[in-house]
């Protein structure tokens, strides 16, 4: 039973046929002969019908991943200054190692009294997330967004845990990645409003990646799209979470999604009492539920994580905490398992 939907999701059926479809489409999409201009135009329609299904107004640079398109807006956003909220991805801070961290409430938000200041330099980029992987805590890019346009600067939205999932926030660049909402690995994008946000590096995608492009990676993450919507997961599916939060306190756990600014309902951490996130994750996956102990991507570094001590979550519950995720596929009885399992083990 997976509910490690934040880490990857499933490939979805209608992203598969994509990606075979696209297999067949052997042909580099820069070659100008025939065959090249055949998958060139396929690679345009993909590029079409992801702006679309997203919403997005401007320009889409094809990426191997999310990673890659922090990356790129990172290192390459013709701005001053960069700003990243201290609870960003690992790829962000990465990308920009020597960038000012914007401070985080114990609720998780941005401190915005903080961020209003921050930003009063010369056009800054600043790097906010709209969906903690962790947390599942959503920022608030609106206002965000206000602050960071009033100041001349940019705003790149990690929109990773909430594209194919959310509306697209208002932003000046936003990052994508297909594996998070059932589309296949390897394939993401960078969305900007204008190409002439970024320096060029030369190469395919108009001059801002190298690489040839990955033609069924684009079309796959382009199928899932068109078939995700709102809600991503029916609310009858997670609707046995809402007695589990009642019962999860009662057994002394703790739920920091009630303690989140705004807690987005596809991603729970849930700490739980006597019993480290490591041996959690270890019991569960002996009852055929896969869960993590937070982000994929430091989950085996058993460091107590950044995300939780920046907001200064107590370090016995932050210990203890791990993180459940739904997706395109959880159903009700997958949920009621996790809540059922996760009793039994606090119980002892």
Same mark, same amino acid.
């Given at each position: 039973?997976?509910?490690?939907?934040?880490?990857?999701?499933?490939?979805? &059926? !209608?992203?598969? /046929?994509?990606?075979?479809?696209?297999?067949?489409?052997?042909?580099?999409?820069?070659? &100008?002969?025939?065959?090249?201009? $055949?998958? *060139?135009?396929?690679?345009?329609?993909?590029?079409?019908?992801?702006?679309?299904?997203?919403?997005?107004?401007?320009?889409?640079?094809?990426?191997?991943?999310?990673?890659?398109?922090?990356?790129?807006?990172?290192?390459?956003?013709?701005?001053?200054?960069?700003?990243?909220?201290?609870?960003?991805?690992?790829?962000?801070?990465?990308?920009?190692?020597?960038?000012?961290?914007? &401070?985080?409430? +114990?609720?998780?938000?941005?401190?915005?009294?903080?961020?209003?200041?921050?930003?009063?330099? !010369? /056009?800054? %980029? #600043?790097? #906010?997330?709209?969906?903690?992987?962790?947390?599942?805590?959503?920022?608030?890019?609106?206002?965000?967004?206000?602050?960071?346009?009033?100041?001349?600067?940019?705003?790149?939205?990690?929109?990773?845990?909430?594209?194919?999932?959310? =509306?697209?926030?208002?932003?000046?660049?936003?990052?994508?990645?297909?594996?998070?909402?059932?589309?296949?690995?390897?394939?993401?994008? %960078?969305?900007?409003?204008?190409?002439?946000? %970024?320096? @060029? $590096?030369?190469?395919?995608?108009?001059?801002?990646?190298?690489?040839? !492009?990955?033609?069924?990676?684009?079309? +796959?993450?382009?199928?899932?799209?068109?078939?995700?919507?709102?809600?991503?997961?029916?609310?009858?599916? %997670?609707? @046995?979470?809402?007695?589990?939060? *009642?019962?999860?306190?009662?057994?002394?756990? =703790?739920?920091?999604?009630?303690?989140?600014?705004? @807690? =987005?309902?596809?991603?729970?951490?849930?700490?739980?009492?006597?019993?480290?996130?490591?041996?959690? #994750?270890? *019991?569960?996956?002996?009852?055929?539920?896969?869960?993590?102990?937070?982000?994929?991507?430091?989950?085996?570094?058993?460091?107590?994580?950044? #995300?939780? !001590?920046?907001?200064?979550?107590? &370090?016995?519950?932050?210990?203890?905490?791990?993180?459940?995720?739904?997706?395109?596929?959880? =159903?009700?009885?997958?949920?009621?398992?996790?809540?059922?399992?996760?009793?039994?083990?606090?119980?002892?």
């Amino acid at each position: 039973m997976y509910l490690d939907h934040a880490a990857t999701s499933p490939l979805r &059926p !209608e992203a598969r /046929k994509a990606v075979e479809d696209g297999l067949g489409k052997w042909a580099n999409p820069s070659s &100008p002969h025939a065959e090249g201009r $055949s998958a *060139r135009r396929l690679l345009e329609d993909a590029r079409d019908r992801t702006k679309a299904a997203l919403g997005w107004q401007g320009e889409c640079i094809f990426t191997s991943g999310a990673s890659e398109a922090a990356a790129l807006a990172v290192v390459r956003a013709k701005t001053g200054a960069r700003l990243v909220s201290v609870v960003e991805h690992d790829c962000i801070l990465q990308a920009a190692p020597d960038a000012e961290q914007l &401070p985080v409430s +114990g609720d998780g938000a941005v401190d915005i009294d903080n961020l209003a200041e921050a930003v009063q330099r !010369e /056009k800054p %980029l #600043v790097a #906010v997330q709209q969906v903690n992987s962790e947390t599942g805590n959503a920022q608030d890019l609106s206002e965000i967004s206000r602050i960071v346009g009033e100041a001349g600067g940019l705003l790149l939205a990690d929109c990773a845990q909430g594209a194919g999932k959310f =509306t697209l926030p208002p932003c000046d660049m936003a990052i994508v990645s297909a594996h998070k909402f059932g589309g296949p690995v390897g394939i993401g994008a %960078l969305l900007v409003k204008d190409y002439a946000m %970024l320096e @060029p $590096s030369g190469g395919h995608e108009r001059g801002y990646r190298r690489g040839t !492009e990955n033609l069924p990676g684009a079309l +796959g993450m382009a199928g899932a799209l068109e078939v995700a919507g709102e809600p991503y997961v029916a609310a009858d599916v %997670l609707e @046995p979470l809402e007695r589990f939060a *009642r019962d999860c306190v009662a057994a002394g756990g =703790t739920m920091l999604s009630q303690a989140l600014s705004d @807690p =987005t309902p596809y991603i729970r951490a849930i700490a739980m009492p006597g019993m480290s996130a490591t041996a959690q #994750v270890m *019991r569960f996956d002996m009852a055929d539920i896969a869960v993590s102990q937070g982000s994929a991507c430091s989950s085996g570094t058993m460091k107590t994580s950044r #995300v939780l !001590e920046a907001m200064q979550v107590d &370090p016995g519950v932050a210990a203890n905490t791990i993180r459940v995720s739904f997706g395109w596929n959880t =159903t009700r009885a997958d949920v009621e398992r996790f809540c059922e399992v996760w009793l039994d083990l606090a119980k002892g």
